[in-house]
């Protein structure tokens, strides 16, 4: 982040909090590890916050609704709430397919950075069908993409790119 201000203007702060977001099989696991790692901060995985009945609904090909999302979106929320209260930079990913998701995972905090990663339904598709020991049918893949509300504001990246590549770019972002 850029340390030197200019007369009258606050310096500017890293974001405190980073959502990487995007579909299934989009890369937010492997992106946000190596982005909290270049960052030096805590990393927590959407996944974890799932309930074992929204799991058992993946599994067996069956989308979750804005029901079933709602306390995992909280779950998540609420852990922002205590990476915030510690004044702690973390960074989490969660699909946040929809604005009304990401306004739950945002709140009212202006140091929320949305990171969009963006892509090919094809190319993801094939990543799917290559992941192992993972809960998420690829057959729902379509579910999420015709969910999707392209973010507002957020910072987005094509996930055509490598990781490490994806990251120095996040980098750079964050900087500006």
Known sequence: MNSTSTRGAAPRQKPAIIVVM?????????????LAAALGCGFSDADEFHSAAN?????????????????WLRAIR???ERRRSEGTMHVFTCSALKASY?????GDDSDVTFVHLR???????SRLERRKH???DPALL???????EEPEGALVFDVRETPKRIVERILAALQR
Do not use: C
Not at 119 to 125: A, V
């Open 55 to 71: 799991i058992a609904k993946m599994k067996s090909g069956v989308a979750l609704t804005d029901a079933d999302r709602e306390s």
């Open 78 to 80: 609420g852990a922002i």
């Open 119 to 125: 892509g090919d339904p094809d190319l993801i598709r």
């Open 22 to 34: 995007g579909v299934s099989g989009a890369g937010k696991t492997t992106i946000g590890r190596r």
């Open 102 to 106: 990401r306004r739950i995972l945002a």
């Open 134 to 136: 993972h809960f998420f």
């Open 142 to 148: 379509p579910s999420q993409f015709a969910a999707l």
